[in-house]
């Protein structure tokens, strides 16, 4: 078992920053491609950003390149997601999510393990 917990969402307007953490424990962390999806109200849970397991490879949704960077540190077993030009779009609960292997995956049913989500709400 992975356990994923997620942090560091809240409010913000739009135009400004907010970096998401999400911390594992229970397994290798090193062993697992991580990514993060998000879900608005009233829409299906979608894709955002995906990064293998060392690093050093990336995969972002069209609708976040350029404005979000996903990092990882192996030695902390954490992810982040430095999320910068934040617009009203945004609004949703962001998810982390983790897929054993060394692959890239954007289909949420790649992933073997979820954390509970954190709220992220960006005001007009």
């Known amino acids: 078992q992975v356990q994923l917990v997620e942090s560091g969402g809240g409010l913000v307007q739009a135009g400004g920053s907010l970096r998401l953490s999400c911390a594992a424990s229970?397994?290798?962390?090193?062993?697992?491609?991580m990514g993060w999806f998000r879900q608005a109200p009233g829409r299906e849970r979608e894709f955002v950003v995906a990064?293998?397991?060392?690093?050093?490879?990336?995969y972002y949704a069209d609708s976040v390149k350029g404005r979000f960077t996903i990092s990882r540190d192996n030695a902390k077993n954490t992810v982040y997601l430095q999320m910068n030009s934040l617009k009203p779009e945004d609004t949703a609960v962001y998810y982390c999510?983790?897929?054993w292997g060394y692959g890239l995956a954007s289909e949420s049913v790649d992933y073997d393990y979820w954390g509970q989500g954190t709220q992220v709400t960006v005001s007009s």
């Open positions: 990064i293998n397991h060392n690093g050093r490879r990336t």
């Open positions: 999510a983790a897929d």
């Open positions: 229970g397994r290798t962390f090193s062993n697992y491609a």
